[in-house]
């Protein structure tokens, strides 16, 4: 069992800096790769970023690419995204999910945390 819980969210104007943080429960979180989600009301959960269980391989998706980093520390069970350059259409609920294999699809996922909401003024 994995329990994932997000902070870091709140309210940002445009071209601005927020780090997300999600923090693992479970001595087997280390082993699952996790991911970034995100969701606006009426919308599908988006994938974000991505990152292997030893945090040697990343992976983005196209709205993000070149703004957010997502990192690990396993010696302290959580996963960071820091997010830059961020813009009006970042606004959204963020999610950090674990799953055992490689994957943008959320359907692979089996753990969430609750999210936590992001808000990017223009």
């Known amino acids: 069992q994995v329990q994932l819980v997000e902070s870091g969210g709140g309210l940002v104007q445009a071209a601005g800096s927020l780090r997300l943080s999600c923090a693992g429960s479970g001595r087997t979180f280390s082993s699952y790769r996790v991911g970034w989600f995100r969701q606006t009301p009426g919308k599908e959960r988006e994938f974000v970023a991505g990152?292997?269980?030893?945090?040697?391989?990343?992976y983005y998706g196209d709205s993000v690419k070149g703004r957010f980093t997502i990192s690990r520390d396993n010696a302290k069970n959580t996963v960071y995204l820091q997010m830059n350059s961020l813009k009006p259409e970042d606004t959204a609920v963020y999610y950090c999910?674990?799953?055992?294999?490689?994957?943008?699809?959320?359907?692979?996922?089996?753990?969430w945390g609750k999210g936590t909401q992001v808000t990017v003024s223009s």
């Open positions: 999910a674990a799953s055992m294999i490689t994957t943008i699809d959320p359907d692979e996922y089996k753990y």
């Open positions: 990152i292997s269980w030893s945090g040697g391989n990343t």
